[in-house]
């Protein structure tokens, strides 16, 4: 259900807008567009001169460069150990929350779980409004990393966002009401939305995801007003016997080989999205193949343009300018989709407007952003599929062992799909001259699935996720986790060298914020919100948050005072695939909310509940036979860890199977052949599973239950 309350947030708004206009013009820096008094005004001519407005978080990464650096620094190195909690504001729905709030003018705009969007007073945290666009929830067997949303855009007195299903929906940001809405994906395939929309001269642009389904990617353009549509690109090519939607893929098509268009190919945008608004071009980060197998995708030929790519399109009319392509004929889900930032540096003497991205393989890109020039590429986290990239080339020189779909050998490597940096903002800082990355370490073995054949209503990949799971034995177990790591890295583009790092006991902790204050913030996945030096990486201040924080935090101001935010909630793909490694972190409770945070703050979170004592689990009778079960594994692997996680152990919200009630055992098949629990998000399987393979996972799960009964986790 919707609220609507008007506050008087959104009068101070009024005047806070007459007020920037008034500080713009009387400044001796070219002055500000006129800022008319209405709430989330945000305009082209507003961002490009951000930095004259400070204390709003007008865009995603607050400037079109996606910097994610602010230059407040009334909160700074010297006092931030004054820094208190001024308020938080309880999101609702157990879900990751991954959305980095957007500030205008003494409001503020975040998303939480089921794609809901929320209007709150930035000063006090006093709600304004929500909206509840109603996404289905049996939709969310289509999402393959929980039911997250990256957050909302502002443009021109409207909020755009996204919703899980694939539509886009605006919403009047005085009211709360919803202007209009268009479906940007066709409902016969399982696309999904989690990325934050932009908006550029007028045209918001969104991706989607689903390529570990079975989806073709494409990014679209629609008129803020009206909602109608103005490009689309598609980000690999169709049916060759049928016109290509964009001239470019007269060329692409020839990197491809086989029938990929049958399953689609991926090449999901799903995420990072930048702008220059001087050379008139937005960059899109596009992700994985479909399936990521490319012997299945492309008869194991090809680079796969545009799949694990940079590609810089026309603002204007969509048309594509330069690609750059991190990882070519792409087989491990190592997406280009991370976040991309923009600078301007000197290498060799001489000036350069680049593009930056950490993407999953695990090598730090720096680009020409005019041309696509290759510029340098290295290691910044463990990876071993592949030595080192060739500076003439700019492609990488893989191991040969990596293809395991050549070889038919299983390759124990690291990235796992997970990345060696995934979704989470990195931050620069022109004062340090360092980006921020939240890396980790995780490795897999991958493995060549020859029985694989294409399921339209499940996962597409072409590889044994059975190989995947952890072992059984828990001293390997045990030294598997060990090389499960996490670590804010603070890298130089420009030497491509770290220099320093701060190490976290685990992985999935939190995207990056930098100031002028010196500081770097980071939520983390102990529960813990932590201010670091951005020189050095002190640690010097943090607040307990009662749940994993992994969203990216911003800072603004209202009435002259510096506040600095974080929507914290634990989940995401990790928190769901990850199993007893994902559990091991203190903050694996999620408890979605918005913090935020000023000097000499007082506010104070409730008390956290009293753990819940840990139901006695019993034996239940054993049903099949080794071999069964070991099917079990296999069937529960490809299709129930992506949310119930790595041996039916869960590290999120979504419940662990080994611990369900006699009433969930007794309704085993009509909740997972029938759908019995689809408004939940539990649809029913008995179109992908049949009664065997129903039957096997049952028995893997109560060897999974009597393993727990037995002290075995």
């Known amino acids: 259900m919707n609220t609507h309350r008007l506050s008087p947030s959104i009068t101070r708004a009024f005047a806070i807008g007459l007020t920037s206009f008034l500080v713009a013009c009387s400044s001796s820096k070219p002055p ?110 289509n999402m393959c990393c929980d039911a997250v949303n990256r957050g909302a855009t502002a443009w021109e007195g409207k909020i755009y966002s996204g919703v899980g299903d694939g539509r886009l929906i605006a919403i009047d940001a005085a009211t709360g009401e919803l202007v209009w809405e268009v479906q940007t994906t066709p409902k016969d395939r399982p696309y999904s939305i989690t990325g934050a929309p932009r908006v550029v001269d007028g045209k918001v642009i969104i991706g989607n995801g689903g390529s570990e389904l079975g989806v073709r990617g494409f990014v679209t353009a629609y008129d803020a007003n009206t909602g109608e549509q103005v490009w689309r690109f598609y980000t690999v090519p169709g049916n060759p016997n049928e016109p290509f939607e964009n001239a470019i893929h007269e060329q692409t098509v020839k990197t491809w080989s086989g029938e990929w268009w049958t399953v689609g190919g991926g090449g999901t945008a799903w995420d990072s999205i930048a702008h220059d608004p001087e050379l008139n071009l937005v960059y899109i980060g ?69 593009i930056m991205q950490a993407p999953k393989n695990g090598f730090f890109y720096v680009i020409d952003r005019e041309t696509g020039e290759f510029i340098s590429a290295e290691k910044y986290t463990m990876a071993t599929w592949a030595t080192h990239v060739d500076p003439e080339s700019g492609r990488p020189v893989e191991a040969p062992e990596a293809r395991y779909e050549e070889t038919g050998v299983p390759n124990f490597q690291f990235p796992h799909p997970l990345g060696g940096h995934n979704w989470h903002p990195m931050s620069y800082s022109p004062d340090t001259g360092l980006v921020y990355i939240p890396a980790q370490e995780i490795p897999i073995v991958y493995g060549h699935d020859s029985d694989y054949e294409y399921n339209s209503k499940g996962w597409n990949v072409g590889v044994r996720f059975e190989l995947a799971a952890s072992p059984d034995d828990p001293a390997v177990r045990a030294q598997l986790g060990a090389m499960v790591k996490g670590y804010i890295t603070a890298w130089d583009p420009v030497t491509q060298t770290e220099k320093w790092r701060v190490q976290h006991p685990n992985m999935w902790n939190g995207g990056l914020l930098s100031t002028a204050g010196n500081l770097v913030f980071q939520g983390n996945a102990e529960g813990e919100f932590v201010a670091y030096t951005a020189d050095s990486g002190e640690r010097l201040w943090s607040s307990y948050a009662q749940t994993g924080v992994v969203a990216g935090p911003v800072t603004y101001t209202v009435d002259g005072e510096q506040y600095v935010a974080v929507a914290a909630g634990w989940g995401g793909s990790f928190a769901m695939v990850g199993g007893e490694l994902a559990k091991r972190s203190k903050g694996s409770t999620a408890r979605p909310r918005v913090l935020v945070y000023k000097l000499g703050g007082t506010h104070e979170l409730p008390p956290e509940p009293t753990p819940e004592q840990m139901a006695v689990v019993t034996p239940i009778e054993q049903i099949g036979d080794e071999a069964m079960i070991t099917e079990g594994l296999k069937q529960y692997m490809a299709n129930c860890h992506m949310c119930h996680g790595d041996r039916a152990v869960s590290g999120s919200s979504v419940p662990d199977l080994r611990m369900m009630s006699e009433a969930s055992w007794e309704l085993f098949y009509p909740i997972v052949q029938g759908g019995l629990r689809h408004q939940q998000g539990m649809v029913g399987f008995g179109d992908r599973l049949n009664k065997d393979q129903i039957d096997s996972i049952y028995a893997y799960l109560v060897k999974r239950r009597n393993d727990l009964a037995a002290g075995i986790d």
């Not at 945000?42 to 602010?70: C, F, L």
């Not at 308020?87 to 939480?112: F, N």
């Not at 794609?115 to 930035?122: H, I, N, Y």
């Not at 280009?336 to 923009?342: D, K, R, S």
């Open 286 to 354: 596009v992700g994985n193949g479909a399936p990521w197998n490319r012997m299945y995708r492309s008869n194991g030929t090809g680079d796969n343009l545009f799949l694990s790519s940079i590609v810089a399109l026309n603002a204007e009319t969509g048309e594509y300018v330069w690609h750059y392509q991190t990882t070519p004929g792409e087989s491990w889900d190592y997406t280009a989709t991370q976040h991309m930032i923009l600078a301007d540096m000197e290498f060799d003497g001489r000036m350069r407007k680049v």
């Open 32 to 141: 500000v567009a006129e800022v008319p008094a209405v709430p989330a005004n945000v305009t082209k001519a507003r961002v490009i001169a951000a930095d004259q407005e400070p204390g709003n978080w007008m865009a995603h990464g607050r400037t079109y460069s996606e910097q994610r650096y602010s230059p407040l620094s009334k909160i700074n190195a010297e006092n931030v150990k004054n820094l208190g909690m001024a308020w938080h504001y309880d999101l609702g729905d157990t879900r990751g929350i991954e959305a980095t709030p957007i500030v205008v003018d003494g409001v503020m705009y975040v998303t939480g779980g089921w794609s809901k969007v929320f209007a709150l007073d930035a000063k006090t945290g006093e709600e304004i409004w929500t909206y509840d666009p109603k996404m289905d929830k049996a939709w969310f067997v």
